[in-house]
């Protein structure tokens, strides 16, 4: 039995195929694409019509290979959606995060929201959805608007036709109580929001739909989509050998890093250190705070017109002796033209390339050592190890300096966590009698993870 995670990062997607042949998954990539936003009238926006045929045209490939998928699930980033009319069609544009357009409504948020934190856990960014959705009725754009879909939701809405909200991205949106799990009402009557654009939240391994009768058409055959953690860090997680006392890292465009709590930390402590509560499966909560990640690597390339891959940078970045570092989450480094002047504003000198990637290099490294702190003073938690998963686990030299400022022990592996996750939850969908942990068991036999 075949299943395809369908696996949309801000910067790419891929399908990845897997079965279970003696007692080990197998996985297989079969189609990549890019993915990133364009610039309409000024404003940061995905192409989503673009996104949904990548999407198809991936399970297309499925077909082609003869590989038909029993099912199908689909995780990407959160906090950006997709509104609907009362025809079911899309009211334009769906704004990238990454859009300055949200910064100006934070204040105004807390000010009706004071209590924000208390209720839903989930820490303070002007990008979360909540203040996208504040900018969307204060424009008017929420008028026309009965259905609010994260972009996975969207997405399987589109191969399915049906409408529903999963639980993990939803936590997302800074609008989900962390106590009742459930949309909170409250703040949405003091945003102004209706409520009833949102459905009740359908959680992991629950299943949407089968294919409409188009898409089945067009693909050829007909399969089984279901809701994995729809938040790839949600996927990544449930992927993660977090062991007793140990921390993880979702390295990725973004860093997630943090810890699995049965219940939500939402104490002044947790809020004062912009920790968030996000939702996990079977309701665990992935107590962590967002670091900036590779997205610094990513457009530092860029700037360098990729005229070096990420292991040049790597080695120009180990010979350098530079000592000064920056502020990851500098407001400077979320959308920059040039990420390289970027870097160098936050250095306050004209640093040498070289210097800027050891800087790099460090002031993550940096990010990630107090932050481990932070997990230990505020939870209580005695912490031993750190699990890195997700593209950033095959960065050698940032492993080693995270071993070095931590001093704790660390793990690198499995590349494709997000992938895999979205694969297990899936496989709980098929055999009930697959729980977390027994998942997780799964992922120490079928992958490599190599202590750093």
């Known amino acids: 039995m075949y299943h395809l995670a369908i696996d949309i990062g801000a910067s790419s997607g891929r399908h990845i195929l897997a079965c279970v042949e003696n007692g080990k998954i197998l996985t297989e990539e079969v189609y990549r694409f890019e993915n990133g936003y364009t610039i309409e009238n000024g404003a940061l926006v995905w192409d989503i019509e673009s996104l949904f045929e990548n999407v198809k045209n991936g399970i ?24 609907l009319d009362e025809n079911r069609k ?34 303070t960014q002007s990008f979360n959805t909540i203040y996208q959705l504040y900018r969307d009725r204060l424009s008017g754009k929420l008028e026309g608007a009965r259905h609010f879909l994260m972009m996975p939701e969207y997405l399987s809405f589109k191969l399915t036709g049906e409408i529903k909200n999963e639980y993990t991205n939803a936590t997302t949106t800074n609008l989900v109580n962390a106590k009742s799990n459930t949309w909170d009402g409250e703040v949405l009557e003091r945003l102004g929001i209706d409520k009833a ?12 739909g089968r294919f409409t009768k188009e898409v089945e058409a067009e ?24 062991a007793e006392g140990g921390v993880y890292i979702s390295s990725g465009t973004w860093s997630l890093m943090g810890c699995e709590l049965k219940e939500a930390c939402t104490v002044k402590k947790a809020e004062e250190a912009n920790f968030t509560n996000e939702g996990g499966i079977e309701y665990r909560y992935r107590f962590l705070k967002n670091i900036m990640g590779m997205w610094l690597f990513q457009g530092l390339r860029k700037s360098l017109d990729k005229k ?26 979320t959308a920059p033209k040039d990420m390289l002047l970027a870097i160098r504003a936050c250095l306050g000198e004209d640093a040498d390339i070289k210097d800027v990637l050891r800087a790099t290099y460090h002031s993550l490294a940096k990010a990630y050592k107090k932050t ?27 492993n080693e300096l995270i071993k070095e400022y931590t001093g704790k022990k660390v793990y690198a592996g499995p590349v494709e966590a997000t992938a895999i996750g979205n694969i297990l939850s899936q496989l709980m969908y098929s055999d009930k009698n697959m729980t977390v942990e027994k998942a997780r068991e799964l992922v120490k036999i079928s992958f490599s993870i190599q202590e750093v």
């Open 219 to 242: 693909m050829g055959f007909d399969a089984d989509v279901i809701f994995c953690p729809s938040h790839d860090t949600a996927s990544a997680v449930l992927a993660c050998p977090v």
């Open 308 to 333: 070096y891959t990420y292991d040049e940078m790597m080695e120009m970045a180990k010979k350098s002796t530079y000592t000064k570092t920056f502020d990851p989450n500098d407001a400077r480094l």
């Open 372 to 398: 481990v702190e932070e997990i230990e003073g505020i939870t209580g938690i005695s912490t031993t190890n750190i699990a890195v998963v997700g593209g950033g686990s095959r960065d050698r030299y940032l």
């Open 60 to 83: 297309k490939k499925c077909g082609d290979l003869g590989k038909i998928p029993a099912t199908i699930a689909i995780d990407t980033w959160g906090v950006d959606y997709v509104l």
């Open 197 to 208: 654009i949102f459905k009740p939240l359908s959680n992991p391994t629950e299943l949407v």
């Open 90 to 123: 899309e009211i334009a544009p769906c704004m990238c995060y990454r859009d300055s357009s949200t910064q100006s409504c934070v204040s105004a948020v807390k000010e009706l929201c004071p209590d924000l934190y208390e209720k839903t856990g989930i820490q």
